[in-house]
């Protein structure tokens, strides 16, 4: 991945750390979908295909929960990393853009969980 001065392995700049973040490093993603898949681990994900991509997000989430119980803040944070990471590669495939998920979740303030989950209907899902 990248190696220009001020970015991470990412290509992302690395001098904003908030949300926007995730915005950038999928764009990052996106751009690299058609990349070679030798020298490309996102551009991989997307070759093999979703089935292989929602695996890995499962191994991701996994490995994270584990670090989670264990207390392990250093590896919880790695393992939270990695999980937004293969999370934004199953998005871009699936053509989900961050902003709907942002919208989604802008639409739940205020409300409890107990009564967003009461106005789901079942065929959400």
């Known amino acids: 991945m ?16 908030d949300a926007t973040v995730l915005d950038r490093l999928y764009e ?10 030798k020298t490309s681990n996102t551009a991989r994900m997307f070759q093999r295909g979703t ?8 191994e991701e989430a996994i490995e994270a929960v ?3 119980v264990r207390g392990k803040r250093k590896r919880l944070i790695s393992e939270s990393a990695d999980l937004l990471y293969f999370l934004l590669i199953l ?34 899902f």
């Not at 089935?51 to 499962?58: M, R, V």
């Open 28 to 37: 990052v993603i996106e751009s690299r979908r058609n990349a070679d898949p």
């Open 66 to 68: 584990i670090e989670g």
């Open 91 to 124: 998005w871009a495939d699936r053509g989900i853009v961050p902003a709907e998920v942002w919208a989604e979740l802008d639409g739940r303030t205020g409300t409890s969980g107990v009564d967003e989950k009461k106005s789901r209907l079942p065929e959400d």
């Open 51 to 58: 089935e292989k991509i929602a695996q890995k997000l499962g």
């Open 2 to 17: 990248g190696g220009d001065a001020g970015q991470g392995d990412s290509g992302m700049a690395t001098n904003k750390l």
